[in-house]
T-cell receptor
Framework: DTAVSQTPKYLVTQMGNDKSIKCEQN?????MYWYKQDSKKFLKIMFS???????INETVPNRFSPKSPDKAHLNLHINSLELGDSAVYFC??????????????FGSGTRLTVV | TQLLEQSPQFLSIQEGENLTVYCNSS?????LQWYRQEPGEGPVLLVT?????EVKKLKRLTFQFGDARKDSSLHITAAQPGDTGLYLC??????????FGSGTKLNVKP
């Protein structure tokens, strides 16, 4: 059983399109996250949800909108995709909010390529 | 400017060699975690250190948290090709801010 699963694994799309990435965790964790990893492998947090409520919203363009229908799911919708959005997007979950010492469980990532 | 600096950025060694990678900050951490990321996968948590001066061992990996809680190191003994990957440190500041380091890419050649 995959603990944190995200789909799709790869996404190639044209500029201007709208796309969604889905994430599900079966660990019973209360908090879920979206991270962006750039070409230099730097991981930067985008959003965090605790029990379906948005608790962290870093400086991210409004074109990015997270949605959490329940605490096991956190989806990421991106409008009007731009070339600079190309990156690997990781979903993660943890037992508490990011101040805890429990660490994250990450999904295997979605490689988004905007052409 | 990165809040957490890791060094070296790249490391290529032969199987059987020892190595140390470092994670440094100008600010005090509440706690620090080390992750390993393999190509095409997400980072996997290796260890969490909380107390200044703490040392934790995970088989051939030894993790140390600096006394002042501003730095940490990861030492690998007798590296194996399976240790190849991107090693990331991640730190919690002020109990509510979490940042990842820039990473060390390790390649262990057979």
């Amino acid at each position: 059983d995959t603990a944190v699963s995200q789909t799709p694994k790869y996404l190639v799309t044209q500029m201007g399109n709208d796309k969604s990435i889905k994430c599900e965790q079966n660990l019973g964790h209360d908090t879920m996250y979206w991270y962006k990893q750039d070409s230099k492998k730097f991981l930067k947090i985008m959003f965090s949800y605790n029990n379906k409520e948005l608790i962290i919203n870093e400086t991210v363009p409004n074109r990015f909108s997270p949605k959490s229908p329940d605490k096991a799911h956190l989806n990421l919708h991106i409008n009007s995709l731009e070339l600079g959005d190309s990156a690997v997007y990781f979903c993660a979950s943890s037992q508490a909010d990011r101040s805890s010492n429990y660490g994250y469980t990450f999904g295997s990532g979605t490689r988004l390529t905007v052409v | 400017t990165q809040l957490l600096e890791q060094s070296p950025q790249f490391l290529s060694i032969q199987e059987g060699e020892n190595l140390t990678v470092y994670c440094n900050s100008s600010s005090v951490f509440s706690s620090l975690q080390w992750y390993r990321q393999e190509p095409g996968e997400g980072p996997v948590l290796l260890v969490t250190v909380v107390t200044g001066g703490e040392v934790k061992k995970l088989k051939r990996l030894t993790f140390q948290f600096g006394d002042a809680r501003k730095d940490s190191s990861l030492h690998i003994t007798a590296a194996q090709p399976g240790d190849t990957g991107l090693y990331l440190c991640a730190a919690v500041y002020n109990f509510n801010k979490f940042y990842f380091g820039s990473g060390t890419k390790l390649n262990v050649k057979p």
